[in-house]
């Protein structure tokens, strides 16, 4: 069965260090996978999205993802981070583009200190 | 360009009642997508909507059903309330074809049953 799973339910940082949230997934044919921002009262918002070719994949707001098949890990990482990142961040998979249903981790929320 | 649009944003409904949640998609989609998410969990898929049609379902009792409507508009409906029903309900839309996958969220309906 396919599963997400994200180790970290709650990270601290301080604004303007580095970041990096984990992303496991479970084993299966090629992965399509993305990590999607909420913050509170909103919706979720695309950060990026892996499905075939380099594995280093950049999104919005600065942020990038590393897809590790050795490690069935894909990992969020942003270099310098802002105090308006705090928020809940969530890894999904897909089983192929064309499909329609996510499967979410649990989530990481992210409290950013001055 | 509108996103996607859910109404009402809050609700509070009593056990054993029924709820219709509304969603419009974004301008261009013509694919829905429900969500619930509960309390520090990661959204799950409820099902999704295409050409007035339920095209695949999650693992949810009979007791939620939908709606397409020909503007693509959707309802999701549950009846016989429980309270394990409290959430936040997201839509989502899409194009159903195409790889570039793009789900687009809207900000969600928060469901209390008391």
């Known amino acids: 069965a396919q599963s997400v799973t994200q180790p970290d339910i709650h990270i601290t940082v301080s604004e303007g260090a580095s970041l990096e949230l984990r992303c496991n997934y479970s084993y299966g044919a090629t992965p399509y996978l993305f990590w999607y921002v909420q913050s509170p009262g909103q919706g979720l918002q695309l950060l990026l999205k892996?499905?075939?070719?380099?594995?280093l994949v950049q999104g919005i707001k600065g942020f990038e993802a590393e897809f590790k098949r050795s490690q069935s890990s894909f990992n969020l990482r942003k270099p310098s981070v802002h105090w308006s990142d705090a928020a809940e961040y969530f890894c999904?998979?897909?089983?192929?583009?064309?499909?329609?249903?996510?499967?979410f981790g649990t989530g990481t929320r992210l409290t950013v200190i001055p | 360009d509108a996103g996607v649009t859910q109404s009402p944003t809050h609700l509070i409904k009593t056990r054993g009642q029924q709820v219709t949640l509304r969603c419009s998609p974004k301008s261009g989609h013509d694919t829905v997508s429900w969500y619930q998410q509960a309390l520090g969990q990661g959204p799950q898929f409820i099902f999704q909507y295409y050409e007035e049609e339920e095209r695949q379902r999650g693992n949810f009792p009979d007791r939620f059903s939908g709606h397409q409507f020909p503007n693509y508009s959707s309802e999701l409906n549950v009846n016989a309330l429980l309270l394990g029903d409290s959430a936040l309900y997201l839509c989502?839309?899409?194009?159903?074809?195409?790889?570039?996958?793009?789900?687009?969220f809207g900000s969600g309906t928060r469901l209390t049953v008391v």
């Open positions: 892996y499905f075939s070719g380099d594995t």
């Open positions: 989502a839309s899409s194009l159903l074809t195409g790889t570039n996958y793009g789900y687009t």
């Open positions: 999904a998979r897909a089983r192929w583009t064309g499909a329609n249903n996510l499967f």
